[in-house]
């Protein structure tokens, strides 16, 4: 089982920047890539971004393509999303999501699930 912990959540105002992350542990399933998912009040989930086990391959919601830049560590424990120009619609809880599969967007696809992060962005 592999246990995922979202951090780096807060307060900004609109403009400002954040960055997440997630540390996983426990017994993995190696290799796996990681993605990060989002979920507004009353919204749906929807995908926000991946990277694959080596972390030299990295996919993006069309919704925050430029302004998002996701990373992981040499570890391949921890992932890092970093985030600017944020806007009010980007708040949200944010999750991030482990899969032995490589980088996707469905969130049915990945198996493990952090407790998730609160953004909050202010106009």
């Known amino acids: 089982q592999v246990q995922l912990v979202e951090s780096g959540g807060g307060l900004v105002q609109a403009g400002g920047s954040l960055r997440l992350s997630c540390a996983a542990s426990?017994?993995?399933?190696?290799?796996?890539?990681m993605g990060w998912f989002r979920q507004a009040p009353g919204k749906e989930r929807e995908f926000v971004a991946a990277?694959?086990?080596?972390?030299?391959?990295?996919i993006y919601a069309d919704s925050v393509k430029g302004r998002v830049t996701l990373s992981r560590d040499n570890a391949k424990t921890t992932v890092y999303l970093q985030m600017n120009s944020l806007k009010p619609e980007d708040t949200a809880v944010y999750y991030c999501?482990?899969?032995?599969?490589?980088?996707?967007?469905?969130?049915?696809?990945?198996?493990?699930w952090g407790q998730g992060t609160q953004v909050n962005v202010s106009s």
């Open positions: 999501a482990a899969t032995p599969l490589n980088a996707r967007r469905r969130y049915d696809e990945y198996s493990y």
């Open positions: 426990g017994r993995t399933i190696r290799p796996y890539a």
């Open positions: 990277i694959n086990w080596s972390g030299d391959n990295t």
